[in-house]
């Protein structure tokens, strides 16, 4: 209603988890122009120019296996949407996030040596995205994230002299997924690494 009343935005994180009974409310509203109820105090506001609602969501669909508590969205809702699909950062950019947490930890580092490493590990996240994303029986279903790329330079840098590398995929991500799923994908930490990888033997 702040936003309403001032015509400024308001952002909506996360939409599709809100309980359908909460999203629907937005049906009426959801219109440039449209006016907002607010039934608890009988009042009716005219937004002025300028007054949006912005929601980001992670969709459903192909990679719905790694959100859960996720909701439908009613049909006549989402008509009220304009919709903008963004996916992850370009290759370049991950590098850089990637050489940044290096960098936090090890402010001296030779910049050429873990730009090496920082190449390999998003070399490592595209390909677990491609096979996530190819929706076939043997694809993996798990992503690697930009943050879960950060965390794994941050954490190579805490355990880079006990096997760094694995080491530290497993405390930003592989820890908490099925032994088959990590397996599989530290075997492409070893092939892009050429590193062992200590699921070899499951």
Known sequence: TH????????LINEFNAMPPGLQIALNDIAHNGERVPVPARNE????????????????????????????RIDG????????????????????????????????DMDEDAFGHIADMMVSVAERVRESAQAGTASSIPEMISTRVLRNW????????????????LQRALTYGLRPEVAKAIH???????GMPSPYALI
Request: aromatic share 14%; charged share 20%; proline share 5%.
């Open 3 to 10: 936003a309403a009343r001032t015509g400024t935005s308001v």
């Open 153 to 168: 330079a941050v954490y190579w840098t805490q355990y880079e002299k006990r096997g760094g590398v694995h080491a530290a």
């Open 187 to 193: 075997g492409i930490v070893a092939a892009e690494f």
């Open 44 to 71: 009716m506001i005219d937004p002025p120019p300028g007054f949006r609602i912005f929601c980001t969501l992670n969709p459903k669909g192909d990679n719905d296996f790694l959100y859960q508590a996720r909701n």
């Open 76 to 107: 006549a809702l989402m008509e009220r949407f304009f919709w903008i699909q963004v996916g992850y950062a370009g290759k370049d950019e991950e590098r850089q996030v990637v050489l940044r947490a290096f960098q936090e930890m090890h402010p």
